[in-house]
Every structure is written in structure tokens, then in C-alpha cells.
């Protein structure tokens, strides 16, 4: 194809450059710009027609003028997948950065990936144990499913990633998940405690890293989650790996797509967000799942950090509506000293209910699950009464419940970072909280999940305790 | 679709997302397009000056400046004929099965797939005869579509009234002709109906027939009727995708269409997997048997999303004038505004509030007035149900979709995330939801249920309203400090929330509860209410009463399969309790 090569830039406003009196140029094509030093930047069509074409530089404006040359490649953005990007480090935009050798292409692949066919799908179902009892108790997760971290600013939501990529494995098989891990806008720090420990574990040789620093141009975030979701089906359908992809930080993309926006003078949605915000994120999020006769699968986790801790800000809230489910950190639970600070009362695993039970977890996990949410909540509830009328004014029956809410944030959430708790324990550790309460209160377990689990009827059985005591 | 003329082709200028400006292009609004060298589909959405704007139905990327523009002077038309049953479609028609046949498990573009099947045949039976008189939207004949449904081949409503001057019986696909008029027009077995006009009928009906749902919350307090419109807003999380699964898996309607509209693709795969394994309490035979599938997942393109509650509105419209009860339920109707906003911000119009186009109310108000409960052109009375999920950023009901829904739907069932996470599902709160087809309903809830169920549901209703106001005043003070009756009251209005209200989705048996199962749980509370405060009379303390023995298997009694006997002696051990033999 005839490369095109124009000098005719007109105006530069922020990210965007505008080219005037090209050939056609078509919608999203690859762009590159050579500067009068001689550096290049990359960028997108975002927008064209005959008489002004739009570019978005993803490498940022500085130094562009107008004698800077543009060349459309009559391309569009792909990323060279094979199965040698494992354990390599790239870029945000694709680029190997850890000093290795090119990465030979089996493949090169458009980065905006097509929808998958609804019909295509298949439900996701298997269990996926992390090893952290606020999890697979509460939240649990399935293979294929995709499910957010909503963490606030100074919250140790990057330790649970990690413990999560080091834990979570899929019970009766010895397979273990390969980790995409993305990083857009985050710092040095964090990612240099994320790379030390894959490289510690051994798991970055079952990695891909795609990093966009906090001082790499904003604009290549756009790019970096659709980057390491290539590399992901490609991997998951090519290979038949099964892959966890760690998105963090979501909300620095969202940052980013903003800036396009007001440099495009777009009208804006809610707090300055663009109107597509939630079409665009649904591009990202969605590429997760499991397809019929397909062996590998595609689990998304990202992280975001609510600002001001605010979940019904746009980027929390858009996020929600179209993953299944979220696990919410609190500071709360933070402040007390509580590892990992997961307030499971908004938190939610929207697929759960087909992942657990007999068969998957075990036969009494659904209705223990409900017994455990309605008797926290209450717990938390009467915090509240406790507040205004003093523990005193309260009954024995209140008190059992404040007690059980205590010790539920302290023994059943709280664990190591290396401690990896297996399901039957956190279902038993939960049957021992439960059996503070008066049977009768147990309600919504059925009399023979009691007599089975409960620790009244199973003295001597359960190795709770004594586990408990090693692990203190 | 070949183009005919000249004139109807022309050239792209720009591109901008799913925005197509074309010129030296002839076109109406709402004509169909296809664009580019693939042939996207696109529909005609403004015209200025010389050049004509269009929304691509598909991903743009690639699409050049001067590639060509094919108007095929049709507007956006759904087919509608035997072949829809059992069928999953995108937003604009196109069969996801045929679609994976053709580009595999990832959606290609630029495929062209008829909406239905031209290969199957059909049995058709004709019921009128050669040189009868027939009017628009009068019955033909009868095709068998699924064990459930039997589909009525009409003239359709764009055919002018005629003789009959040919008719065949037999075995027929959708394209060969079945009769003949005697104008010379050729009736098939499906015929084609633009998405955005209104299907013709004779009248509106009042709505006097509820939609059972199966659902305690939803039949016992805040009834739907048949052709009614219903609104479900709540924040993520708090079930509005549970709920509306429910109504397409319980509602007693003849005919279910589910448009997902803008969500999950996995909530899409749920239904695709369970419905064929699920019975209908009626019929006992597979929901799939009865249910239309629309699905745009949040991922697919942007336009098709609009388009996709009209396909479905009208594949509705078409069965209700067959005289058939159908219920359509959106999930979520927020997803389309979003996406009229998408295309009115790339059109650069005037925006309204929070972004929104002006036009959305009006929009929104369009829609919900295709539901309705009508006397078919045949002659028939067919309804079609609306329930709209809403999905409000952040959970606040004052935001434009959900205050412009409530300003036009006639049931608000609130979601309530507070309800959500202490998992009391369906998380509708009672206090805030409304229906304004109580009175309407009452005639047939007295006649077909029993005439005490308006006496029992205002009774059960005050309890509740009671409580939240006592409630007030136990957050303060503690519930000791209320007198005894007051405490009783509480415990009365525990056991409604809790036995009552409270409905699990996913349990075999409570997942769905028929009208007289509901009033005989409730008049069985009402009977347990009447002996607590005969015991207080009696002398007994509220810890006895709250505690006597048997109400555990009263509240289990709801999952037997057979639960009028665990019922009757559940409430025998109750009274043998608290009053003595």
C-alpha cells in the first residue's frame, strides 16, 4: 500500500492534531508523526472526512508544530502476539521494555477486539479459590468472570491482586492461571512491588506485563487494557491458557478518555466523563468470559480507586452496571487494621449462585452465605443503635449479633497476605461464628445443613480451631 | 434490498464513531443504508443541506472518506412470520446463530442475515376461502410454530382490503406464496413492518386484567395489568436483571419478548441456557417455547442498541394482533437513552439535561404508549405488557430516565441497594413502590382469587407502613421502651417481610408462587396476627409469643411443593402454643 505522507497539520490542540487536504484517510487508522528532530510519535484517526482528518497523538503533542510530517500507514492499531509474550515486560503500547529481543509475530491482531456472539458464550461455572475466606465465602468468583476491585487512594488493593494472581487456582486441577497484568498511570512503586513479586513467585514466567507508567503519556492508556486483552484471546484461544487479567488503574483510563474528550470539545456526561464512557468501558470489560468449545478463559479483575471513596461516581458506578459484580474495599475496616479490608455488604459476585454449592463448593455454601449476610448486616445495623442508646439498653439476643459482626471482621475477614484458606475452612470458620448465635436465628439454613455443620453436631470434627491456633 | 434507482448512491465525507456524513446522496429520515465497501447497515438520522447523516449499526473502523453510500429506500423494517419463536436476534434482526455460522464466535461486519429462516417450511392452514372478502390484519390461516404457539398468518396492515382469489394449504417456506388477491397482491407467510411506526388497531381497552407474575411482591402490593407499563429503577446490584428474568421465566403472558439491551453478555447466555430447561407452570412445556430473544450486549455497536427496542416492541405488536397476551420486558431502557445520547452528541444537538437529548422524554413516552390492551384489527383482544428496566447512575431516582419513566409508566417497583445487601430479595421496597392499577384490578382479584385479598393486602400493607414509622422510633430509643402491642405489631411485620415478602429466585419451588398459594400465605399471617394479640390478651409476654414454637416450619412451608398441609400444621402447632388446646 502507498504510504501518505502530508505537512499540512493546522492546528494542535492538546492530544489531537488536525491534517487538512489528505486523500481519504480511513476511521482509525494508524497514524505516525515525524517530529523536525526526528522522533516519532503514534496516533489514531478519531475522526475524518474530506476536508479535516483528527488525530489522536498517543505519545502525547509535546514538540509537534506544523512542519512535523504525518504519515496515514493505512493500518490500524495491532498488537504482535505469540506465544513467546510470556514473561515478557511491554510497554503500554505493546513495545518490549525489559532490554529482551523483538517479539517474533504468530500473529498480529486488532487491538479493538469484535464482540463476542452472544450466543457463543457459555455461562461461567467453575469455581475459582483464591484463598481469601471474604471472597470465595461471600464473593465468590467463577472462571471467565469479571469482576472489579473498588479500592479507595492508600488502600491495599494491590496486595490483593497479588495474593489473588499468586492463590487462585481452580480445585482438581493442577493448572494454574497465566497473569496479564496492565498497568496504566500507576506508579514506579507500585509497579516495581508488583514485578518483584512475580519475579519472586516464578509467575512472571506465566506473565505478560504491559506497564504505562504515572509519567508515561496519558494517552496510551487508551491503548493499554485493549493491548493485554489481545495478548489475552490470543493466549486464552490460541493456547488454551486460562488467564486472570489485572486491569489497574481504571480510573486513570477514564482519565484519559476524558481529556480526548474535552480536547475534542465534546458534550460532556457527568463530571466532564464522556457520554460513551460506559460503551467504551463495556468494550473493555466484556472481552471476558468463556466461549462453547473453546478450552481457554478469560477472568477479568480490574481496580479502580473510587474518588473520595465515592461509589456512585461515575467511573465506580459505570463499572458496576457492566461487570458481574464488584468487591469493595473499606477504610473502615482498614483503619481497625483489617486484612484484606473487604466490606462484604456492597460488595457482590453476580455469578456465585451457579458456582457454588453441591458439586462445585459444598452443598450447604449457598444458604450459609445467605445466613452470613443477613447476620452481619444486622450486626452492622445495631453498631449504628449501639451508637445512640448505649450497649447496655440492648438485649442478649442484639448482643450476640454485635458480637458476631466483631467477630466476624476480625477472624473470617481478617487473614494473611500468604495465608491461603481452603473453602471447606472458610465455610467451617464461618459455621463456628454462626454458632454464637441461638439456633433459631439461623433461619435461612435449612435443619439438616445445622445438623451436618454446625459445630454443636459435629464435635470433635472440626479442625477450625486447632488450624486457627497454628496459624496465630 | 437491491437499489433501484439513481441517486440513492453516493459518498461517505466523514466519518466520526458510528456517525456517517454522506453527500450527493437521495434520502428520507430513516432510511436504510449501506455504507462503505462492506455494506454496514445504517439508518438515514438527519439531513443538512446537501449531506445526509447516518448511524452505522456497525464497528466503522476502516470506513474511508469517498467510499460509496447505497440508500436502499426502505426505512429499518423487522420480518415478521413463523421462524421469530426460540429465535435470538441483535438489535437490528439479524439471527446470532446464523451470525456464528457465518463470522464464527466473534461478531464479523457487513453480514447481511434475513430475520428469518428462508429454508424451513411451514405447515400452513388456511381458514378463509377463495372469494372471501378480507380486511387488513384480518386472519388467513394458522402455522404451528412451537408446541405453544400457534401463529396466525394475517393480511398485513399495509395490504388494501381484498378478495381472496387463491389460497393453498400445505407445507410452505416464508417466501412462497400462500394466496392471492384479487388486486394481484401475493401473501406470504411473513411480511415486513417498519420498527418505528406503531402497529395499527381498532381501540385501546382499559386495563382490567392483572399479569400474574408469580411473584408475591409484584402480585400481592404492586400489580402490573395486562397492556400496563411497569418501571424497575435501582442501582447495580439491588436485582433488576434477577427480576426481569422472573417476569420473562413466570408472567402469564402467551408470548415473552426480552430485549437486552446494552448488558451483559452473560446475563444473554443465562436465559439462552436455562429457558429451554425451564417449564412454564401452564403449559409444562420449555419457556423457550414462548420467547423472543433481542440481544445487543453493552459491546456491541452503539446504533444497533437504539434500533433494539423497537425490534422488539414491534415483534411484540405483531404477536398481540394475533390476540395473543404478550409481555416485553427492556433491560435496561437507561442503556438506549445512553445510546440516543451517544448519537445526538456525534450530531452535535442542542443537549438537554445532564447530556441528554431534548427529544428523550418524548422518546421514552413513544415507547411505553405502544403498550397497551387493544381490539386487534381481526377482531381480537391481544395485549402488550411493557416493563422497562432503569438503571440510574449511582442509584439516584432523580435523574432524567428514571424521573422521565415515572413520569409516563403507571408501576414503579424501587429497587433498594440497602435491601440488596442484607440480601432481602426481590429488594423492592414497599414504601416507595407504587401501582396505580390497584383499584382498576380489584374487580378481578375479588372474583378469581377470593373476595378477602383487598381486605388482606390493605391489611398487610398497613402493618407494614406501621412498622417503618415505629421503626423510627426504635432507632432511638430502642424497641423496649414500645407497649407490648406496638412490639406485637413489629413481630407481625417481620414475619411478612421475612416469610412474605422475601422470595428467592433460585429455589425450585418459591420461585414462583400462584395467586392462591399468595393469598393463603397471607391469610395464614393474618390468622397468626390475630393470635398473638389474643395471647397478649391473654397474658403472655412478647418473648413468648415472638418465640413460640412452629413458627420456624411456618416460614419453611413456602418451599413445599405441596405446601397447603406443612401450612395447616404449622399454624395448628402455633395456635396449640400460644393458646392452648
Known sequence: MKMKEYKTITQVAGPLVFVEKTEPVAYGELVTITLPDGSTRRGQVLDTSKDVVIVQVFEGTRGVDTSSTVRFTGDIVKLNCAQDMLGRILSGSGEPIDGGPKIVPEERRPIVGAAINPYARQYPREFIQTGISAIDGMN??????KLPIFSGSGLPHNDIALQIARQAKVRGEGEEFAVIFAAMGITYEEAYQFMKEFERTGALERAVVFLNLANDPAIERLLTPRMALTAAEFLAYEYDLHILVILTDMTNYCEALREISAAREEVPGRRGYPGYMYTDLATIYERAGRIRGRKGTITQMPILTMPGDDITHPIPDLTGYITEGQIVLSRELHAKGIYPPINVLPSLSRLMKEGIGEGYTRDDHPQWNDQMYAAYAEGVDLRGLVAI?????????????????????RRFVQQGRYEDRDIEYTLDLGWELLSMLPERELTKVERKFIEKYHPKYRKGETKTEEAAEEAS | MEVKEAGYVGEIYRISGPLVVAEGLKARMYDLCKVGEEGLMGEVVGLVGQKVLIQVYEDTEGVKPGDKVENTGMPLSVELGPGLIRNIYDGVQRPLPVLKEVSGDFIGRGIEAPGLDRKAKWEFKPLVKKGEKVKPGEIIGTVQETEVVEQKILIPPNVKEGVITEIYEGSFTVEDTIAVLDDGTELKLYHKWPVRIPRPYVEKLPPVVPLITGQRILDTFFPVAKGGTAAIPGPFGSGKTVTQHQLAKWSDAQIVVYIGCGERGNEMTEVLEEFPELEDPRTGKPLMERTVLVANTSNMPVAAREASVYT?????EYFRDMGYDVAIQADSTSRWAEAMREISGRLEEMPGEEGYPAYLASRLAEFYERAGRVKTLAGNVGSVTVVGAVSPPGGDFSEPVTQNTLRIVKVFWALDAKLAARRHFPAINWLQSYSLYVDTLKDWFAENVNEEWNELRRWAMEVLQEEASLQEIVQL??????????????????????????QYAYHPVDTYCSVEKQYDMLKAIKQINDWFYQALEAGKTIDEIAGVEGMEEFARAKFEENYKPAL????????????GE
Open chain 2, 312 to 316: 422488539g416492541i414491534t415483534i411484540a
Open chain 2, 477 to 502: 430509643v430502642g424497641s423496649d421502651a414500645l407497649p407490648e402491642s406496638q412490639r406485637v405489631l413489629l413481630e407481625v411485620a417481620r414475619i411478612i417481610r421475612e416469610v412474605y415478602l422475601i
Open chain 2, 568 to 579: 395447616e400444621a404449622a399454624l395448628e402447632k402455633i395456635r396449640k402454643n400460644l393458646l
Open chain 1, 140 to 145: 465468590t468468583l467463577v472462571r471467565g468472570q
Open chain 1, 389 to 409: 442508646v448505649g450497649e447496655e439498653a440492648l438485649s442478649e439476643r442484639d448482643r450476640l449479633f454485635l458480637k458476631f459482626a466483631d467477630e466476624f471482621e
